[in-house]
């Protein structure tokens, strides 16, 4: 069973930092782009991130771009999200998801469940 999970999320203040995780099952990360994705209450999901195959490319969206460092560790098929600097803006629902065999983390292969990020005072 290919499986892609979460974890990592929290409820922070502003400034704050977190770090997310997703973990692997039954795909070899090496072998697949990584992106991250979130979706606010009442918005839709949204790209954050991207790395890809080889972990040799890396892109941002404008809104993360210099708080947020996407990494993955190929050894452990672990991906992983730094956030720093976390803004209330930032809360959601933050999906990890593979795309095989790409440079790019479209169209999606698979999807973690998700896991909750709130920043708030």
């Known amino acids: 069973q290919y499986q892609l999970v979460e974890s990592g999320g929290g409820l922070v203040q502003p400034g704050e930092s977190l770090r997310l995780s997703c973990a692997a099952s039954e795909l070899a990360l090496d072998l697949y782009a990584i992106g991250w994705f979130r979706q606010a209450p009442g918005k839709e999901r949204e790209g954050v991130s991207c790395?890809?195959?080889?972990?040799?490319?890396?892109n941002y969206a404008d809104s993360v771009k210099g708080r947020f460092t996407i990494s993955k560790d190929n050894a452990k098929n672990t991906a992983y999200l730094q956030m720093i600097s976390l803004k209330a803006e930032d809360t959601g629902v933050y999906y990890c998801?593979?795309?095989?065999?790409?440079?790019?983390?479209?169209?999606?292969?698979?999807w973690g469940q998700g896991t909750q990020v709130t920043v708030s005072s």
């Open positions: 790395i890809s195959s080889s972990g040799g490319s890396t």
């Open positions: 998801a593979a795309t095989f065999g790409s440079d790019f983390c479209s169209p999606v292969d698979y």
